[in-house]
């Protein structure tokens, strides 16, 4: 979409404002470029009335930091104004690089840390933003999204903690279970899924490569992930099979039933790409076992695609997995985290999503409609008919 064929004729909510944190920094200091650049080339008829105010800024990042004492507490400080503004707090949760002091020891922040740094910068701009908009690629115990017996709801608490403390929209990317929204019903709550970027990425990934039904297959490694690779299929016009996991019972390894066999639901896969697509890479086991199990069955070509690359157990299986011809290509977004050993992989295309967010964090601060950044098929139509190769021959 080009920036030009937006309308957004209408009044701002407020001056707009960027507070990224530590541990998105990057993310949103590419967002403020896109950001600047649009808001100096638009042109607008009432741009100079008190309604446009600081409507064209040289950046619109407010400066804020979270110093800690040396027992590991913490306090947040905005240091600029953010009266009236519309303001957006962006955080990324699964940022392990950085790190804190506590009694002389140095501290990799959790989850948890970058969760209560959030709290603290809202709660330094309460009373004082017009609107506060938190984006939160990675959602904040997103996996501990339902109950089963005596446990913690955390995500539910989460989302509730933030409305409570004056949160009014709140957007992620590929939530694992988007129903946990049914948590707070009267505000709003966005999952947003990165298709349109990773259909780029394919190509980017392997240049000339041709999408068509008799070529490819759209794969979900698990039946929690169906919805997300029906839709793929569904916007590419292929078709999808999906592995379910087979699961002993009758025992518990690290708080889960282990699982014994993947069990694969789909037609024939021999001779096409697989594209595998799943919300996370956590330690990886689950998708190369998949893609193990798919080249058993003579599949072609391996795309594995992630949202969330975590990679928590390291990336030795996956170079191993590579060596030995299991996948071709690993496609993850800059939402989280990425390590420079990840970034220097042959076999890895990231996926930049700053861009993106740009354009719905431009089109929220007008407060217009997001529902065609959020349903991306004209786009992806539009790239797949400039874009897609021709049938080639194996």
Not at 121 to 143: D, H, Q, T
Not at 147 to 166: H, I, K, V
Not at 192 to 200: A, L, S, T
Request: proline share 4%; glycine share 6%; net charge negative.
């Amino acid at each position: 979409m080009q920036t030009e064929t937006r309308n957004l004729e209408s009044i701002p909510v407020g001056a707009l404002a960027l507070i990224p944190l530590e541990s998105c920094k990057t993310l949103g200091e590419k967002i403020d470029r896109y950001l600047v650049e649009w808001r100096h080339e638009r042109e607008h008829e009432h741009k100079s009335t008190v309604a446009f105010r600081d409507y064209e800024k040289d950046s619109y990042i407010v400066k804020a930091k979270i110093p800690r004492f040396g027992s590991g507490e913490a306090k947040g400080i905005i240091t600029d104004s953010v009266r009236g503004d519309d303001l957006f707090i962006l955080v990324d949760v699964c940022n392990y690089s950085i790190t804190y002091s506590l009694s002389g020891h140095t501290n990799r922040m959790s989850p948890d840390d970058h969760f209560q740094d959030l709290k603290r910068i809202i709660a330094a701009s309460e009373g004082k933003a017009k609107r506060i908009n938190v984006i939160m690629p990675f959602l904040y115990e997103g996996r501990q999204h339902k109950r089963n017996g005596r446990e913690s709801l955390d995500c539910a608490l989460a989302l509730q903690e933030l409305t409570n403390m004056g949160v009014d929209n709140i957007l992620t990317f590929d939530a694992h279970d988007p129903r946990v929204q049914n948590a707070i019903p009267l505000h709003g709550f966005e999952t947003i899924q990165p298709v349109y970027q990773f259909i780029k990425g394919l190509f980017k990934a392997a240049p000339g490569l041709h999408i068509d039904k008799d070529s490819m297959m759209i794969i979900s490694p698990d039946e929690g992930g169906m919805s997300r690779a029906v839709y793929m299929a569904n916007v590419l016009g292929l078709d999808m099979g999906m592995f379910y996991k087979r699961r002993d019972y009758s025992k518990i390894v690290d708080g889960r039933n282990p699982i014994v066999a993947h069990e694969f639901l789909g037609s024939n896969v021999e001779g096409k790409d697989m594209v595998i697509i799943d919300d996370m890479i956590s330690s990886g086991d689950s998708m190369l076992e998949v893609a193990s199990a798919l080249k058993k069955r003579k599949a072609r070509r391996i795309f594995l695609c992630s949202t969330f690359g975590l990679f928590t157990n390291g990336m030795e299986k996956f170079d191993k997995a590579y060596d030995e011809g299991i996948f071709d290509y690993l496609l993850t977004t800059n939402l989280v985290y990425q390590t420079p050993e990840l970034l220097s992989k042959p076999y890895y295309t990231g996926c930049d999503l700053s861009k993106y967010l740009a354009y719905i964090i431009d089109t929220l601060n007008h407060d217009e409609s997001i529902s065609e950044l959020l349903s991306p098929v004209d786009r992806i139509n539009r790239f797949l008919e400039k874009n897609n190769g021709p049938v080639t021959a194996d």
